[in-house]
């Protein structure tokens, strides 16, 4: 993976950790969720155009 991708993929994993952190400490908010599914959507398309 490249330099940009992978600090994509990593920023991705963050954000999951982040958002399922403040789901436990203050309850879900569908929003985050949202937000972290369209940034995981977008790492696993630029990993697919990385691909190619």
Do not use: H
Not at 3 to 20: E, Y
Not at 23 to 52: C, M, P, Q, R
Request: charged share 5%.
């Amino acid at each position: 993976m490249p330099g940009s991708t992978k600090t994509m993929a990593w920023l991705t994993v963050g954000g999951l950790v982040a958002v399922t952190a403040y789901t436990v400490a203050l309850g879900s908010n569908g929003w985050l969720w949202f937000a972290w599914v369209v940034l995981g959507l977008a790492t696993i398309g630029a990993v697919v155009a990385k691909g190619t």
